[in-house]
T-cell receptor
């Protein structure tokens, strides 16, 4: 069965600091990978996705993620965070062989102005 | 274009009562999902439907049933609600063709007392 692990449950940063959120997955085959963001009181919005090709994926709002197949990882990065990035971030994986989309436990990011 | 619509948005139930959460999408998507979101646990898949006429269990199916009524609609039923089912429920849909993403509804807040 596929699974996703997000190691950081809570992250607190100051504005302009760099961000890296960890995501590791387990699945024995080809995967599709996603990062979603949930702002307070809102539903999930897609930040970026990886299906194939260039393992460095750029998303909205200056976010990017790198798929490292050998490490089963898909870490999310942003060079300089803003107060408006305060939200909860979810990594998700879908194995290519089926339709099950599995989420990690989420990382709550707080950016201090 | 409404996207993914969930009803009701808020509901309070007494233990043992039954209810159905409705979900409809107007994007002609094949696959639909029901998740529950609990603090610190991310989104956990309850049931999904890869296509009209099929349903499959996810990570936490106990206490729930689903119906894929047609291509548009995917309902989630709690036959005998329990306090442990207090959660925020999200419906999602996707066509799952290459490069496509998953679209989420705005969530249904359910409290079982």
């Amino acid at each position: 069965a596929q699974s996703v692990s997000q190691h950081n449950h809570h992250v607190i940063l100051s504005e302009a600091a760099s961000l890296e959120l960890g995501c590791n997955y387990s699945y024995g085959g080809t995967v599709n990978l996603f990062w979603y963001v949930q702002y307070p009181g809102q539903h999930l919005q897609l930040l970026l996705k990886y299906f194939s090709g260039d393992p460095l994926v750029k998303g909205i709002k200056g976010f990017e993620a790198e798929f490292i197949k050998s490490k089963f990882s898909f870490n999310l990065r942003k060079p300089s965070v803003q107060w408006s990035d305060t939200a909860e971030y979810f990594c998700a994986v879908k194995g290519n062989a089926g339709n099950m989309l599995t989420f990690g436990g989420g990382t709550r990011l707080m950016v201090k102005p | 274009n409404a996207g993914v619509t969930q009803t009701p948005k808020f509901q309070v139930l007494k233990t043992g009562q039954s209810m159905t959460l409705q979900c409809a999408q107007d994007m002609n998507h094949n696959s639909m999902y029901w998740y529950r979101q609990d603090p610190g646990m991310g989104l956990r898949l309850i049931y999904y439907s890869a296509s009209e006429g099929t349903t499959d269990k996810g990570e936490v199916p106990n206490g729930y049933n689903v119906s894929r009524l047609n291509k548009r609609e995917f309902s989630l039923r709690l036959e005998s609600a329990a306090p442990s089912q207090t959660s925020v429920y999200f419906c999602a849909s996707t066509p799952w063709t290459a490069g496509n993403t998953i679209y989420f509804g705005e969530g249904s807040w359910l409290t079982v007392v």
